[in-house]
């Protein structure tokens, strides 16, 4: 659908119109899994109350959790964008929400299924489960901070439901672990908690963000597998977007701008990231960061994945030396949610790991960078010093 004006761009989100006329499916993995239960095949993990039900893509109620929530953290956050869980957790602590932060958790494991080939699908699925049979044993509902794993775990899903024979040597996996074969309700995703509890977030803002314009680069792994699986909103884009991210960076107060390329990739697509690197970097400066520059001129790039925030982030160091558009801080959605109810730059946001100059954009959110690196640089003296291990909470309030 190209518009009229011959500039080869898509039509606006306000020109357009989201009719889910004739798209509603009359079946939802829900009875799939609610079926495979009766049969005793499976065990559900319920969503627990308190919950919030919001609209999918194609009209479906979803149920999202507020409490009691099993952090399902993402290798690449943790190993290069810290600041990304650490957020997530400070902004539940902040709401006395009831969380745990599990110890015995491991990787989706996604990148052997997405870039290498290099496993299978009762593999697959025996890493999700087993991940979500120990949520079940600590008795909380999994939230998955990882886009890559979100989608990968939707389309586990799928193969249990479609694909009898994996589901059964998938329970012969789990009766040598000794474990249960356990599905959540609902696969639901950081980004969708963060958007339910925008208003919260909003009465907690310490910042006027009125003068501060992001744009928001939705994640593939989210919106594009199982897709009617995604948050929407009429109110949002009307509709032609996904409302989470969009729907938080407005709530607290800031500019969002529209772009031509918003449903493109980050660039990162797994297996290119590791066999033609050029190309990626490429393709998010000139496709993503460069278009947003030249349309909106953001503050803040925002995204919701591992992936994307790594690759529109680091990307841009290249490309800056060869002279291009590019200079704009990319960020998670929970660390500028985070950032905005008061969250310190450096000990919580942990903004110092990503490779472009946050500086600019703390300033326009109205944030002291000088004074908060000062303090973190005096908590880091102390530990190398020897006066303390690491950094605890009681550091970071």
Partial sequence: MIDDNNSGRPPAARDRIFDRKGMIPERH??????????????????VPEPYVEVETKYGRTKKIPLDHLWHH????????????PTSIIWLMRQFGLDHFDPRNQS??????YYASATSNPVAQAAVAVRNFAQAKVDGYF????????????????????HHPETLEKLRRVMDKLGRPVVFPEEVVHYSEWLYVMRDEI??????????VTVTVHPACHYHKLIPEDAL?????????????????AEAVGARVGDYSTWHDCCGFGFRH??????????FATLRKVERMVEEVDPDIILAHDTGCVTTLDKSQFAAGAHGCKVGVAVMADCQFAALAMGAHPYKVCQLHWHGVDPRHALEKMGIDHE???????????RIKAGEKDFLTWEDCS
């Avoid at 908060?372 to 908590?379: D, G, R, T, Y």
């Fill in 73 to 84: 953290k993402s290798c690449g956050q943790c190993g290069h964008i810290p600041g990304y």
């Fill in 232 to 248: 929407y909103n009429a109110e949002i884009f009307g509709g032609q977007r996904t409302a989470v991210v969009t729907g938080v």
């Fill in 142 to 161: 999994p939230l998955i901070h990882c886009g890559t794993t979100f989608g990968h775990y939707k389309e586990v899903r799928e193969q249990l439901i």
């Fill in 29 to 46: 993995h829900t009875d799939a899994l609610n079926e495979l239960e009766a049969r005793g095949l499976i065990e559900i993990i319920r």
């Fill in 202 to 211: 909003r009465k907690r803002t310490v910042h006027d963000l009125t003068d």
């Fill in 371 to 381: 004074t908060a690196w000062a303090e973190f640089q005096e908590e880091t003296a």
């Fill in 273 to 282: 990231i590791l066999v033609s690197r050029d190309f990626t970097r490429s």
């Fill in 107 to 112: 990787s989706c494991t996604g990148w052997n």
